[in-house]
């Protein structure tokens, strides 16, 4: 047994917080979350677990923060860049002192949380999010494999066991499809809510990097813009230590690597027939508003 394996905690175990599954890494700093400052400029992504977050992370870091030259992007990873509010792991990892303590205008904040449980004052401030979704296929497989390799998230279990948890919203942050719903919903009535997808960033990232820059106001040149995309390819993002979480030593990436396929479609290579039939009956309970359309395969 290695060292890092005897110090290693136990594996957490969810409970019911105000309606959603969390463990204590989340919930333990809630008075700071729920007060937390944001300030009119403040950007949030804000996404279900495994939709793309650190992608879309490492975009908008390239897009506002790109120019600072080399140092920065090979010194601070992206997690360090873009805080993850609700992140809790004194004295190191909170996430609130670390937004607070961000050098850098505007900030980039990360955030899991479903959208009643956003902290008041990015409402108030008017502040600009980005939402990322995924299709629930993918991103259940992405879990399971996520729920392996970090020792910091509660036992994945067998993948059977792990797809019904998903479907029943037992898995950290609760139901994908709460989420993704009521982020929608929310977009409906919120302006400054850029809604997009997984799929469309592997179908075509340039134009979604287009999109992002109008909806953020920003007008990188043609360079800064390629620059931006070769930098965030699925490859390049696995090569560098800094956006693969290569860092973190509570994932174990032998298990799986945090940069695992990143594609559209890995689910078939998971679901059985029999749960795939189940999952869309289930699915189709749940998933009543025909706006919201997401893609399996491209
Ligand atoms: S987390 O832990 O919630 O922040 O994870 P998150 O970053 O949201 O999701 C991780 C999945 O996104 C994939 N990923 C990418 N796919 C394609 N291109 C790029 N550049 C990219 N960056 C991250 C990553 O591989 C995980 O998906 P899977 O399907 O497990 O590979």
Same mark, same amino acid.
């Given at each position: 047994m290695s060292f890092t394996q005897m110090e290693m905690p136990p594996r957490p175990t969810v409970f019911d917080f105000h309606g959603v599954s969390m463990i204590k890494m989340f919930t333990d700093n809630w008075d700071n979350i729920q007060n937390f400052k944001a300030r009119p400029d403040d950007i949030v992504i804000a996404?279900?677990? *495994?939709?793309g977050t650190t992608w879309v992370s490492y975009i908008l870091d390239l897009l506002y !923060?790109?120019?600072?030259?080399p140092e920065r992007q090979t010194s601070i990873p992206v997690h360090e860049r873009v805080p !993850?509010?609700?992140?809790? &792991?004194p004295p190191l990892l909170i996430g609130t002192d670390l937004a607070d303590n961000?050098?850098?205008?505007p900030r980039l904040i990360k955030t899991h949380l479903p959208v009643q449980l956003l902290p008041k004052s990015f409402w108030e401030q008017g502040c600009r999010i980005v939402y990322v979704a995924r299709n629930a296929k993918d991103n259940a497989v992405s879990y399971f494999h996520f729920d392996r390799m970090?020792?910091?998230?509660p036992e994945a279990g067998d993948w059977s066991t792990f797809l019904q948890e998903f479907m029943e919203g *037992?898995? &950290?942050?609760?139901s994908w499809y709460d989420h993704v719903n009521g982020w929608w919903e929310k977009k409906q009535t919120y302006s400054n809510l850029h809604y997009m997808f997984y799929e469309d960033l592997i179908e075509d990232c340039g134009r979604e990097i287009d999109r992002l820059c109008s909806f953020l106001g920003l007008s990188p040149s043609v360079e800064e813009k390629e620059n931006v995309r070769t930098s965030v390819t699925f490859d390049s993002m696995k090569q560098n230590k800094m956006t693969n979480y290569?860092?973190?030593?509570?994932?174990?990436?032998? &298990?799986?690597? !945090?940069?695992r396929k990143g594609k559209v479609g890995d689910w078939k290579n998971h679901f059985t027939v029999a749960q795939n039939e189940q999952f869309d009956e289930d699915y189709k309970r749940k998933m *009543?508003?025909?706006?919201l359309k997401f893609r399996y395969e491209i």
């Open positions: 996404t279900y677990p *495994k939709a !923060f790109g120019h600072l030259g !993850f509010l609700e992140l809790y &792991v961000l050098p850098t205008t970090n020792n910091a998230q *037992k898995r &950290v942050f609760g290569s860092t973190i030593p509570i994932m174990d990436h032998t &298990v799986s690597p !945090f940069m *009543k508003n025909p706006d």
